[in-house]
């Protein structure tokens, strides 16, 4: 998969030189490329914002460096309004837009967004990017507002990260063991919309604390009763809107298999 990120901070990604992203980008499973925006301005200043139009407080990101950034990245692979791309030359690629406006970004998304071969991220600053910029490449490509969550983040740096780091791990060959991610809190499956219950290791005593006795059991039905247990009582606890997602059925499918 190949990820485009432009940004007036490229220093804020470099996370994505460590851990799970960074080995799977040494590893070639991943094509990281971080652009400063600043490099498609031509004033003294590198200016990318102005102020508002309507008047308010704030600065808004200006569209011509945007513009001829995106272009240049995305390159043949798009062509301007009603003109067609030559086929099979470029992967479609997609661009995500950080926002506090759009879609909340879920495990459903993360799973969708893992399956494009090239991701383009905008993070903004500021209020945000000029409206037509996204308007401009919604006609030529699949565009996604995305927001990580109801609170409003200085810049869409960290949800870049977030939403790099959530789709990586789904990439084949990413993680170690591809069922990890298959018992995650999310993951789709007879589990889906529930939390996943508590993990313990060795030793077996810890201070005064022992580990729940089934766990020991070597009995991998009673195992995995008491996981889907705990992991409906955690999800009633701290996410009950999720309890009325799950579907009953698909658990008592998932008690029969074991
Ligand atoms: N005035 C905007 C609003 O209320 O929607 C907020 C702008 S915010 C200060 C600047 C940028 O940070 C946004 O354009 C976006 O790129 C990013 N951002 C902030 N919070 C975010 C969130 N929850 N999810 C995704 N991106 C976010």
Redesign the pocket.
Known sequence: MRIDVVTIFPEYLEPLNVSLVGKARARGLLDVRVHDLRRWTYDRHHTVDDTPYGGGPGMVMKPEPWGEALDEILGTATSPAGTTPAAGTTPAPMLVV?????RPFDQELAVELSGAPWLVFT???????DRRVIDEYADRLDVRE????D??????EA?VLVMVEAVARLLPGVLGNAESHQDDSFAAGPMSHLLEGPVYTKPPQWRDRGIPEVLLSGHHGRIARWRRDQALARTAANRPDLIARCDPSSLDAHDRAE
Request: charged share 10%; no cysteine; aromatic share 8%.
């Open positions: 950080p926002t506090p406006g759009g993070p903004a600053r500021y209020e945000g990017i995305v927001s990580i969550g609170y409003v983040l200085a810049g869409g949800p």
